[in-house]
Structures are given as C-alpha cells and as structure tokens.
T-cell receptor, first 111, second 115 residues
Framework: ELKVEQNPLFLSMQEGKNYTIYCNYS?????LYWYRQDPGKSLESLFV?????AVKQEGRLMASLDTKARLSTLHITAAVHDLSATYFC???????????FGTGTRLKVLA | NAGVTQTPKFRILKIGQSMTLQCTQD?????MYWYRQDPGMGLKLIYY???????DKGEVPNGYNVSRSTTEDFPLRLELAAPSQTSVYFC??????????????FGDGTRLSIL
C-alpha cells in the first residue's frame, strides 16, 4: 500500500529565509505532483515531476524528484508572505491513476 | 470554461439522511476523482473513475457510492450520513491520455456538516 509522508507538518519562517519541504513515498512511482492550497480554498497545481532527477522551478519555488530514494523536495528561496499556504505532494503507484496525497505542510511566512 | 463545478457549496445534514454531491467538468477529461479533506488534514481518495461506466475504490470508500454515466458528471452519494462524514469534499478531473504530465483540476469543494 502506497504511503506518502511530508515533513515538516508546520513551518513558520521569516521573510527572506530559505527552507525545504520533504515528501517521502513508499512504493515505486513514475509521477509526483505538488499542489498549493490557500485557507478555505481549493488546490492549485504547482509542479509535475515525471522522471528521476527532474527539477522544476517557478519563481521562489523549486521542486525536485529522486525516484531511487523515493523522495521529492520543494525548496523555498527568500520566502515572502504571499507564499503562506499549505503545500501537498501527491503520488500514484506506477501504472495506476490512484493518487495518494501527503499530509500537507502548512507554511507561514512572517514579515 | 467553467472547469470543475461542484454543488452544493455548503450543506448540513442530519444523521441518517442521504444526499448526492454533484460534480461536473466541461474539459472533456476522462479521469475524475472524489476526495475528502478533514480539518487540518490532507486529502483522502474516496472513489475515482477512468471513464464513463468505470469506477474504482480509493482509500476510504465505505459509506459512499459513485456512478459515471457520462464523461462530464461524477456524482458522489452518501447513504445514511454519519458525523464521521463531516468534511470538505473535493472533486477533481484530469486528461491522462495526453500523458502523465497533466495535473488534476479541482473544484471549489463542498463543505458538509452532519449533525
């Protein structure tokens, strides 16, 4: 059974600082997704990672995938208040379309 | 395009009542999903469908039923509502025949309370 874990669960950081969110999963997967959710809102797609070593960047966020370690990271560079949200990774076991979400990381960026 | 539309947005049910959460997408997506999100938690997959007439169970299917008679619609049925089903329900869709690089598109959610 596929399990997806994120850490940390909560992250409070100052503006301008860097930090990394981790997403570990338990079985072989050929795709991993990152989503953002603002309080009381729906989910918005950030990144799709499909191969080992894949790296995607958008603004102050950079996501990477290591399929051998079954690990994805979401790196935040020089955080700003607008990045405050909950971030989820989602994984599907290879050959399936049954997506399992991580527990989420609630990020709060302090001015 | 409206994307993924969920109705109703809010609903209060009494224990034992039944209801159907509606989900419609206008993007001609073949894959559709139902998730629930409990307060402060991640999303749990309830059911999903890979096309009209085909559905499969997710992580937490007990107490729910689905059907997929058309590409556009994927309703979720709650039978005999219980307080444990109080949650926010999200419907999502994607078009995976174009390759796995297509993320899911989510509706705005239905906030359901069972008292």
């Amino acid at each position: 059974e596929l399990k997806v874990e994120q850490n940390p669960l909560f992250l409070s950081m100052q503006e301008g600082k860097n930090y990394t969110i981790y997403c570990n999963y338990s079985t072989t997967s050929d795709r991993l997704y990152w989503y953002r959710q603002d309080p009381g809102k729906s989910l918005e797609s950030l990144f799709v990672l499909l191969s080992n070593g894949a790296v995607k960047q958008e603004g102050r966020l950079m996501a990477s995938l290591d399929t051998k370690a079954r690990l994805s990271t979401l790196h935040i560079t020089a955080a700003v208040h607008d990045l405050s949200a909950t971030y989820f990774c989602a994984v599907a076991t290879s050959g399936t379309y049954k997506y399992i979400f991580g527990t989420g990381t609630r990020l709060k960026v302090l001015a | 395009n409206a994307g993924v539309t969920q109705t109703p947005k809010f609903r209060i049910l009494k224990i034992g009542q039944s209801m159907t959460l509606q989900c419609t997408q206008d993007m001609n997506h073949n894959y559709m999903y139902w998730y629930r999100q409990d307060p402060g938690m991640g999303l749990k997959l309830i059911y999903y469908s890979v096309g009209a007439g085909i559905t499969d169970k997710g992580e937490v299917p007990n107490g729910y039923n689905v059907s997929r008679s058309t590409t556009e619609d994927f309703p979720l049925r709650l039978e005999l509502a219980a307080p444990s089903q109080t949650s926010v329900y999200f419907c999502a869709s994607s078009y995976l025949d174009r390759g796995p690089n297509q993320p899911q598109h989510f509706g705005d959610g239905t906030r359901l309370s069972i008292l």
